[in-house]
């Protein structure tokens, strides 16, 4: 016999094997990294931006004291002889100061939680009457809305462990925002109650009760997230609500909602009464004495901020007193949700415009067709519909598109910018602005505005649409009503029913439309084009005055020498000689 040995080949050997294990493993391992570091990117990103969205928001939060801190101050150094406008101005900052420092207050008390540098301090003292002390506090501020303010308790006291000062700003924020969001001649309830938990577990159960806004079903996951808007004309809860979820999970409780969008809500918060984790002795917490605590006067302060920039219009004219109004000063139009700088913009601005205002887009946009007016001042975030979205549609509509709008905002990024004048603003003016700058620009857009129509008054000839216009929209309505009008130039029976019946537009629309285009009621803007349009006849053509009356749609000659006179304040035979002489 003969004994053969068949080595494998080099592919099926051992190191072959080792390298094919070593080649995955390498692949895995790169896998992984790459894996790995595209997640940690992603999160990375994510936190950004919600690091961005928090800088955002709180920027939001300071520019619109901050402007209402400047403006005054601005206001008292131009202005000092007036005691009554410095004292104006004085308590306009001194309320938007109480609320800057809350603000700061907040975020500062919310960061060192989160660290957890802010400790429980507690003490065994009556919950009962340390709420009551606390509701009391709010009673006269529930009292400017005219709310049935009710304090509810169904045992007479009850000891237990708590941290004075943070049960105080747990209970501030939730009726703060409570009498925030009630409508006036609305309920808030607050109640207290001994409740029993599972098997020899009782808690203290903290409820408070209102007939508010309410919220829908998909803002309840997010009413304790920093910054939450509830959908209504009012300002946002801040970091408010998210503070106060970590103060009661300090507490080692917890706290729920339940809302009714339109009936109200109900935030309830379980602490665990005589809870060990509570008690100085167990949590190595030091306990501070309950008789050195004072309530914190900021909290309550900075609530009358918010009841002043309640955003109801108190001072509306009515329909008929408009209509009785006769000031030619120009119409000025303010939307702003915020209503303490809606109402010093229109202190500031009343004695050069006539003041319309608006709490918000929606009611804004409605305000624009009821009044129509010559300008517009609108900020960028506001509930049911924003600046940009209020912008577009005006812009495309073909009544309102020649409204300047200038945006006043606490979003200051370039992109920002950028998309504001996207949306067809005129001007775009970060919070906090110098009131004089507004002033200033405003009155640079009217002037511009009124350029343009003695532009179009005095220029002989008729001129392009574009050339009088600031939009597309305009532009293509000023040269499809000027075309019909040239089209029908000779006949002297061709009427302003006759143009608004080839155009299809109404009698008020078309009045309102050229009176802001070219300064002119309809019947003289159809006299206007027919004189521009014979005086570039006189010029160009060898024809007598009698022929180019005739052309132009004029039956008398004397007729048209009359009103060619008043328009160019020269006769026609004086116009074509001048116009020799020039050329």
């Not at 969001?181 to 808690?203: D, M, P, Q, Y």
């Not at 309809?522 to 005086?535: G, H, M, W």
Request: proline residues 4%; aromatic residues 10%.
């Amino acid at each position: 016999s003969l004994a053969i040995n068949i080595l494998p080949p080099p592919w099926k050997t051992w190191w072959a094997y080792v390298l094919y294990a070593l080649f995955i493993s390498c692949l895995l391992y790169v896998g992984l990294r790459y894996y790995t570091q595209r997640v940690r990117e992603e999160k990375e990103h994510e936190l950004d931006q919600m690091k961005l969205m928090f800088f955002i928001n709180v920027s939001h939060e300071f520019r619109t004291p901050l402007t209402l801190i400047l403006n005054p101050i601005e206001k008292i150094l131009s202005a000092y002889t007036n005691p009554e406008e410095v004292k104006t101005s004085a308590l306009t900052i001194q309320r938007s100061a109480r609320k800057l420092l809350n603000l700061v207050n907040q975020l500062l008390d919310f960061r060192k939680t989160d660290l957890g540098k802010a400790p429980l301090e507690t003490v065994e003292a009556d919950i009962v009457s340390f709420s009551r002390d606390i509701f009391l506090l709010f009673s006269d501020l529930a009292e400017v809305k005219k709310i049935d303010f009710r304090f509810e308790s169904s045992v007479e006291s009850l000891i237990s462990w708590f941290d004075p000062d943070k049960l105080e700003k747990i209970l501030t924020n939730l009726l703060s925002n409570s009498i925030k969001f009630t409508e006036v001649g609305g309920k808030i309830t607050l109640s207290i109650a001994k409740v029993s938990v599972g098997r020899n577990t009782e808690s203290v159960e903290l409820k408070v009760i209102d007939t508010g806004v309410g919220l829908k079903e998909e803002q309840l996951k997010h009413v304790f997230e920093p910054f939450f808007h509830v959908d209504n004309s009012k300002s946002g809860t801040g970091i408010g609500l998210a503070f106060t979820k970590s103060l009661v999970e300090l507490h080692h409780g917890h706290i729920t909602v339940e809302s009714e969008y339109g009936s109200g809500s109900t935030f309830t918060v379980m602490i665990p009464l005589n809870e060990k984790g509570n008690k100085p002795e167990y949590s190595g917490e030091r306990m501070k004495s309950f008789a050195n605590h004072n309530f914190d006067p900021v909290m309550y302060k900075s609530l009358e901020y918010e009841l002043a920039i309640d955003n109801e219009i108190e001072d509306e004219k009515t329909d008929a007193a408009l209509a009785k109004d006769t000031d030619r000063k120009p119409v000025l139009l303010i939307i702003e949700d915020n209503k303490e700088l809606r109402v010093h913009l229109k202190n500031e601005l009343r004695s050069q415009f006539k003041v319309r205002e608006a709490v918000n887009g929606a009611d804004g946009l409605e305000k624009i067709t009821k009044y129509f007016p010559d300008i517009i001042i609108s900020d960028i975030m506001m509930p049911e519909m924003d600046g940009f979205e209020l912008c577009r549609r005006i812009k495309k509509d073909i009544e309102t598109c020649h409204i300047p709008i200038v945006l006043l905002t606490a979003r200051s990024l370039e992109t920002d910018r950028i998309e504001g004048y996207q949306t067809g603003a005129d001007e775009y003016l970060p919070k906090p602005f110098n009131i004089y700058v507004l002033k200033a620009r405003l009155k640079n857009l009217l002037e511009s505005r009124q350029r343009l129509k003695e532009k179009f008054i005095s220029t002989a000839g008729v001129l392009p649409a574009k050339d009088v216009t600031t939009n597309t929209l305009d532009e293509i309505f000023l040269d499809r009503v000027t075309k019909v009008i040239l089209e029908n130039i000779s006949d002297p029976d061709f009427s302003l029913e006759n143009l608004l019946e080839s155009v299809g537009i109404s009698r008020s629309h078309f009045f309102r439309k050229i009176s802001s285009l070219t300064g002119q009621n309809p019947s003289n803007f159809i006299r206007t084009v027919k004189l521009k349009y014979a005086a570039g006849m006189l010029v160009q053509q060898n024809l007598s005055i009698k022929e180019v009356s005739y052309q132009a749609g004029f039956n008398s000659s004397a007729y048209f020498s009359k009103t060619f006179r008043e328009l160019f304040g020269k006769t026609p035979q004086q116009y074509v000689e001048d116009a020799k002489k020039s050329a």
